[in-house]
């Protein structure tokens, strides 16, 4: 594949902040000493910064402040990419330092406005700790319950994407941006320049969103309102999308979940959420975000009918623990065959990713609300079901396996299927007789 066709030069710092925020105030900074030739005496530092300092007006390559970004007051930290390619230096580490502790003071999201060619190689190995430094502060902010959105300006490599962009909560990009932990110069020769691009990361899952220009304000501001102001309480499951009677057999019951015509997961995120914000998967089987309901922030997790992958497994269990760390209700709506079982899915550890998200969503200390709106498949369903507080529709069966499989299982003829499925109890009205449900969702 072809990356897509490369930006214009990257942005100034400032051109970064008036592009997503409103009213901005610059945090306090100290200057180092202009005239010295850093930590590890490189022979013309100084003189180096003194350029950069000319040609971009800055001290140093990094930006920190508080502005409002669609009504949200948030801290900023924005990267000069023309102060020595926005490297990261002892003073930046002790500016990015003070903007997360500044942030945690006052209970404030961070957004980074990424265009960082990474550790400053003129600084030696002190520059390379400043990874540690800016590391530890983001651990902190994640221990304070705040969230962190990481705009990849471009270009963002080494340390400033293995930090500040890929270890942040939401990652969105701009096109064609460079995004990968390796620069161009230190590639190996030949590899194709597609994989250090943000639309190859967006690819294997490591950028949540590419994002047009024109778009992006409006898209950070929105991923800040959905992450701060979330829903109270357990959110309600969605009404049922269609009215139908229960049915009357295990059969019908299985054969009405796999019908084509009945709605599906996509449908009822569409008609819940008045807007959404996806998280990366990769499993196009599978869909993850944050939504807005009634003007609060919800978490969902949605199957869309597959057997789901151990990526998609994944991709759920991070949402699920993002929301119970900023304190997100969570939605799942089950809708699966199973886990996949192929042998691709057992050599990418399908046991160990459906295992990570049933204790996510058993541990999380928000409320996680489910609805089965189709086929509920042993494993594959449990692992995002949520014990005392899942609806089912009329249209959907929960099964520990599937009736076909069971007779497998059991030894039996394919003409007992019908009797098996009746044995195994998975009508939704016997979901809520056994307790397994709370209740059959009405139409609405």
Known sequence: MTAAAAPGPPRSARDLIAWVAGEFTELPHRDADAATDGPIGWAGYADSRARARKRTGESESVVCGIGEVGGTEAVLIAF?????????????????????????????????????????????????????????????????????????????????????????????????VQ???????????????????????FDVGQV????????????????????????????????ALRAVPPPDSGWEAVQRARAADRPRARAYLEAYFTAREPLASTDPGILCGFGLRDGRGVGYVAQLGTATSPAGFRAATRLVRLADRLSIPVLTL??????????????????????ETITAVAGCRTPVTTLLVGEGGSGGAVALTSAGHTWVTADSYYAVIAPEKAVSILKRGPGEVRETAEQLRLRPRDLVELGIARGIVPPG
């Open 179 to 201: 995004v990968g932990f390796a620069g161009s110069r230190v590639r190996p020769e030949g590899v194709d320049p597609y994989a250090y691009s943000a639309e190859g990361q």
């Open 334 to 355: 089950v809708d699966t065959p199973g886990a996949a079982n192929d042998e691709a899915a057992e050599r990418d550890g399908v046991g160990a990713a459906i295992a």
């Open 80 to 176: 000069e990419f023309g102060f020595l390619g926005g490297s990261i230096g002892r003073d930046t580490g002790e500016r990015g330092e003070n903007a997360f502790i500044t942030a945690r003071d006052l209970s404030l999201p961070v957004v980074s406005l990424i265009a960082s060619g990474g550790s400053r190689m003129q600084e030696g190995m002190h520059a390379l700790t400043q990874l540690q430094r800016i590391a530890r502060q983001m651990v902190r902010l994640r221990a304070a319950g705040l969230p962190h959105v990481a705009v990849l300006a471009g270009p963002v490599t080494g340390g400033g994407w293995a930090t500040l962009g890929a270890g942040a909560d939401v990652r969105v990009s701009l096109p064609g």
């Open 208 to 239: 949540d969103r590419i994002v047009e220009p024109g778009e992006l304000p409006e898209v950070v501001a929105r991923w800040l309102s959905l992450l701060t102001a979330p829903a109270p309480g357990p959110v309600p499951p969605p009404r």
